[in-house]
C-alpha cells in the first residue's frame, strides 16, 4: 500500500494513494507491506485484500488516514463520501460474521505494525452503518513504541507491516 502526504491542507495531510480531489498534488512518503493472517481470519482478509485491488468495485486509493494518535495508531478507510477523501461503498464483500467470533480476537495489539480491522474506534454514521450493505473496511496500524492493549478484544488483528 502506498502512503502519500497532502502538503495544501491542515486538515486532510495524509492520504493514500493519489486520487482524492481537493488534493490535486499528494506527495509519496513511501510503501508498506503487510503480512496477512488468511488462516485465522479468512473474511476479514479477504475483504481487505479486495479493497486494496479495487475488485470491490471501491477501494482505499485516495482515502484519508482519518485519524492519527501520535505513538500509538492510525486509522484510515473510513466508508462514506468520496468527495471527504472516505471510502465508497464498497461492492460484493462477503459479510464480516468473523466479528463475532471469538477466535478473531485472540491476537493483539503487542507492538508496533499491528494490523487490524476497526471496530472500537469505528465512527461511521449510524446511518451507514444501519445499511444492509455495509461493510467495515476501516483499519488501523499500530505505530508504537508501545503496545496498544486498550485495543486487544475490540478489533481484528489480521496482518502486521513487514516492510515499510
Do not use: W
Request: with cysteine; charged share 25%.
Amino acid at each position: 500500500m502506498d502512503f502519500s502526504a497532502c502538503p495544501n491542507s491542515s486538515r486532510n495531510d495524509r492520504t493514500l494513494g493519489d486520487e482524492f480531489t481537493a488534493c490535486s498534488e499528494t506527495e509519496p512518503l513511501g510503501r508498506v507491506v503487510f503480512g496477512l493472517y488468511g488462516k485465522l481470519v479468512p473474511i476479514t482478509v479477504s475483504n481487505f485484500k479486495a479493497m486494496c485491488t479495487g475488485t470491490a468495485k471501491s477501494s482505499y486509493k485516495g482515502t484519508l488516514v482519518q485519524k492519527l494518535f501520535p505513538g500509538e495508531y492510525f486509522i484510515a478507510g473510513k466508508q462514506g463520501r468520496r468527495d471527504k477523501g472516505e471510502v465508497r461503498p464498497p461492492v460484493g464483500l462477503a459479510r464480516n460474521t468473523e466479528t463475532i467470533e471469538s477466535k478473531a480476537f485472540i491476537l493483539e495489539h503487542s507492538r508496533p505494525g499491528v494490523l487490524s480491522l476497526c471496530l472500537s474506534e469505528n465512527d461511521d454514521d449510524d446511518e451507514i452503518k444501519l445499511d444492509p450493505d455495509y461493510r467495515n473496511v476501516e483499519f488501523l496500524v499500530t505505530t508504537g513504541p508501545a503496545p496498544c492493549p486498550q485495543l486487544d478484544n475490540q478489533n481484528i488483528v489480521f496482518g502486521t507491516v513487514l516492510e515499510g
